[in-house]
């Protein structure tokens, strides 16, 4: 779903550079359990063996501070389980992340209050992240009240403000989340986020459980909140015409991996990997280049056996021997413009 009619372009100026997220060569494995059949089948002499699937592959990015980084890919690509891992609530099985030069996870652990204050998550559907039992000033004001961010006396006042920042009336404190529109449920996921002052935001297709028109709106805020508060931002989203607007870069994710990143308008102008132009060729308003590219083809595959070499060649119109066998490095192609494609070779 787009939401472009009513989004102004919201990139602001010029970005402050300074490095504040550090993604160094992060995988992430989930192993797959064998069930009741399988262990038996494997006490019995089977060869049969837990599976496992690579959702994030060796993954290196670097978020400036201030910058809105939007994190593009299809369902399955691993954007939400990289997100996770940002936000602490995934450790990587390896590689290294920063926040601000201090490790976000040491030991398997988050490694600081600070830093997990500081990077908070909003997520696709308000609803099931929001617990029906508790009121709305509860949900609000109960991670600062313990965290001391706040006192028992002024809660209230801190948690009207917070509401007032996010567009929501005050008088609506002591209602449960079911008395609220999606939209609005959207916002208290967005006041809960705030309300522990955080530096960073992981926006997991956080708007695409809304209506087109609540979209924009949703869309706004986030960009007002950036200009007001300092926020940085990851945007991860399926939709590439949903980070146009806002995002100061694009990362393009396929099956685990980085294949492309570049200043948005770089992306649009001119996409560099074939993945890249496939995801162009479905944003609906671009006409030219819908006939200038061809469409993804397929599903994507598995990721507990991707294919080969370039992960993206059984798809690929592009496709030589060599990408099925050899897996082509993430290069810099141009300043500040990287593609991992052997085309380019
Ligand atoms: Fe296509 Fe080969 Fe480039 Fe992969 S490396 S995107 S298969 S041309």
Not at 128 to 147: K, Q, T, W
Not at 288 to 295: F, H, I, K, S, T
């Amino acid at each position: 779903m787009t939401a472009q009619p009513d989004i102004a372009n919201l990139r602001a100026a010029p970005v402050e550079r300074r490095p504040i997220l550090e993604a160094r060569d992060v995988s992430k494995r989930f192993v797959k359990r064998l069930d009741l059949a399988g262990r038996i089948a494997r006490r019995l002499g089977s060869s049969i063996r837990e599976e496992t699937v690579h959702a994030v592959d060796g993954v290196n990015l670097t978020v400036g501070a201030g910058e809105v980084v939007g994190l593009v890919g299809e369902s399955g690509c691993g954007k939400s389980t990289f997100g996770r891992m940002v936000a602490g609530i995934l450790p990587p099985t390896e590689g290294s992340l920063a926040f601000d030069g201090k490790p976000v996870w040491q030991g398997g652990k988050v490694a600081g209050h600070d830093t997990a204050l500081a990077i908070q998550m909003i997520f696709q559907d308000p609803f099931a992240s929001l617990d029906p039992r508790m009121r709305v000033e509860e949900i609000i004001g109960e991670a600062p009240l313990v965290h001391g961010m706040v006192g028992r006396k002024g809660l209230a006042d801190y948690v009207a403000e917070t509401m007032l920042r996010v567009g929501l009336d005050p008088d609506f404190r002591r209602r449960y989340p079911h008395q609220f529109s999606g939209g609005q449920r959207q916002r208290i996921g967005i006041a809960r986020a705030l309300a522990v002052k955080p530096r960073f935001l992981v926006c997991d297709e956080a708007i695409a459980a809304l209506d087109v028109s609540i979209q924009a709106q949703v869309i706004n805020l986030f960009m007002d909140l950036r200009a007001d508060l300092d926020l940085t931002y990851l945007f991860i989203s399926h939709d590439l015409s949903v980070v146009e607007h806002i995002a100061d870069r694009v990362v393009i994710m396929y099956l685990g991996r980085v294949v492309e990143v570049a200043a948005t308008e770089d992306i649009f102008d001119a996409p560099n990997h074939p993945y890249t132009q496939a995801l162009l060729s479905e944003v609906p308003r671009i006409e030219l280049r819908r006939r200038q590219y061809q469409p993804v083809k397929g599903e994507i595959p598995s990721p507990l056996d991707p294919p080969s070499g370039c992960h993206f060649h059984p798809r690929c119109p592009h496709a030589t021997e060599r990408c099925r066998i050899e897996r082509p490095a993430l290069k810099e192609i141009a300043p500040d413009r990287w593609s991992a494609c052997h085309l380019n070779d």
